[in-house]
């Protein structure tokens, strides 16, 4: 390290380096909000595409545990991390809201993620009704532009 620095940040009462730290994290936190607010890529999806349930079907009563079965027309599965035209992985929206397109689907208890290019799960719900609905994601996780999602369904848990 350049003595100048060292006598630097000696004098501001700092350790050798302690300077250098400080403006790597200021320049950090200096460009966090520009890249924040830059949208992330999205795949193309191309134009007829249909991510649809084989099973259940809508206003189904089932007993839990439910094995769900994704259907997909005009583009292929492949796993997240894969980067092959015209395909994605299957994300399963339990009991909530499509999310964001820009940023990657979240990997709760309501975005269940079949990464591996899974076309069906099992899940365990409690007894009631329940919403669910397909999402394709991209390599990354991300929607495709335009998302490619099925009908959102209700299903009755007895």
């Known amino acids: 390290m350049d003595r100048t620095v060292e006598r630097n940040a000696a004098s501001l ?18 460009a966090l909000p520009a890249f924040a607010q830059s949208p992330l890529p999205r795949t193309p999806s191309p134009e007829g595409v249909t991510l649809y349930f084989i099973s259940p079907s809508e206003g189904e009563a089932l007993k839990s545990p439910v094995t769900v079965r994704f259907g997909l027309s005009g583009m292929g599965v492949a796993p997240a991390g894969v980067d092959f035209a015209k395909t994605g992985h299957h994300h399963l929206i339990v009991d909530a809201v499509l999310p964001a397109v ?32 397909l999402l394709l994601g991209d390599k990354n996780h991300i929607p495709h532009d335009p998302p490619v999602a099925s ?8």
């Open 13 to 30: 009462g700092g350790r050798p380096g302690r300077s250098r730290m400080v403006l790597a994290v200021a320049s950090l936190v200096w």
């Open 102 to 133: 820009d940023a990657p689907i979240p990997a709760d208890e309501h975005h269940v993620h079949f990464g591996a290019g899974q076309t069906q799960g099992v899940l365990e719900l409690p007894p009631g009704e329940h919403h669910l609905q």
């Open 151 to 158: 009908e959102r369904i209700q299903i009755t848990i007895e």
